[in-house]
């Protein structure tokens, strides 16, 4: 098991690294995006799948068709990721990059404050995800079916987040709020699973899925927008899903922790929100480096 979880996590990060970075090398600016909020829906779109499917295969048959059928999608994924991923190198050529470009590229601020912004929101977003299900059936008293739904509907509502971010982002990339406003609401809307109800879940559940798309759409535009040169795109991609896994790594991990320390899940779901206070408070910084930027380009 642990060998598997190496092998899928080094899939993980060259999928989530190469795809954007090919998105970013071969989409015209203008498209850049939309491009990137439909790549955004990658994750919520297999969290749905999962959290819809998963129990119940698990329930009628073995572990083993299981494990059958994942390799079954990732296999036909992977022909389709080969044949539609372009190139743009000719064969035997190779890219020749200037002394100090990559480590230029691996000083920039702005990148970095991208890769902390992706941090936090995974830190939240994944640390719930983990957790809801058992967190749910404890305290609310609900079946395991009607907890993994709530999950569920976020990721949902997410995918279509995840697009429509990309057309705010592309008309309104110079407005602050479209960066702000949606970790401000998130951060707003964690403590309310801390309250009973199960209308009351669903409704929170459907308002972090409407607004929690954005984020990530902005966040892989960013790194195509921040690079310092069309060639290290692929590098500052990498930086800013060095971010995205520290959050998913760390925060299932500290969800889990602050439950066993404190006997509860209070803390675990208030500091959800703390998360989201520093995402807010990046954000704001990406939007003020886009503009930045964007007068650069304009000069």
């Not at 899939?11 to 939309?34: D, H, L, N, W, Y």
């Not at 439909?38 to 572990?63: E, K, Q």
């Not at 830190?123 to 719930?128: E, I, K, T, V, W």
């Amino acid at each position: 098991m642990i060998i598997s979880r190496i092998v899928q996590g080094i899939g993980f990060g060259f999928v989530s690294v190469a795809a954007p970075s090919a998105i970013g090398r071969f989409i015209p600016a203008k498209m850049m995006s939309v491009s990137m909020g439909i790549w955004s829906t990658w994750i919520p779109v297999g969290s749905l799948i999962m959290f819809v499917f998963a129990p119940y295969i698990t329930l009628y048959f073995p572990p083993s068709i299981y494990w059958i059928i994942l390799l079954i999608i990732l296999g036909l994924t992977a022909i389709l990721y080969a044949m539609f991923i372009p190139k743009d190198v000719k064969k035997n050529e190779t890219i020749k990059l200037p002394a100090g470009t990559v480590k230029g590229e691996v000083k920039n601020r702005q990148i970095w404050i991208v890769a902390l912004t992706f941090a936090s929101f995974t830190f939240s977003f994944f640390a719930f995800n983990t957790w809801a299900a058992t967190y749910l059936v404890e305290t609310s008293s609900i079946s395991l079916a009607k907890a993994a739904s709530i999950p569920a509907i976020i990721s949902f509502f997410m995918i279509g987040s995840n697009l429509y971010g990309g057309y705010l982002l592309k008309k309104f990339q110079d407005n602050i709020f479209v960066y702000i406003l949606p970790p401000i609401l998130m951060a707003l809307c964690w403590p309310m699973f801390l309250f009973q109800g199960e209308i009351l879940l669903y409704g929170v559940a459907v308002v972090i899925g409407v607004v929690g798309g954005i984020t990530p759409t902005i966040i892989f535009a960013s790194a195509p927008k921040l690079a310092l040169q069309k060639e290290t795109i692929g590098i500052a991609m990498a930086i800013v899903i060095i971010g995205e896994n520290a959050g998913i790594l760390i925060g299932p991990e500290v969800f889990g922790i602050l439950r066993d320390v404190t006997g509860n899940f209070t803390t675990s779901i208030l500091i959800l929100s703390c998360s989201g206070i520093i995402t807010t408070i990046t954000s704001a910084y990406i939007w003020r480096s886009w503009k930045t930027r964007t007068k650069q380009e304009a000069a």
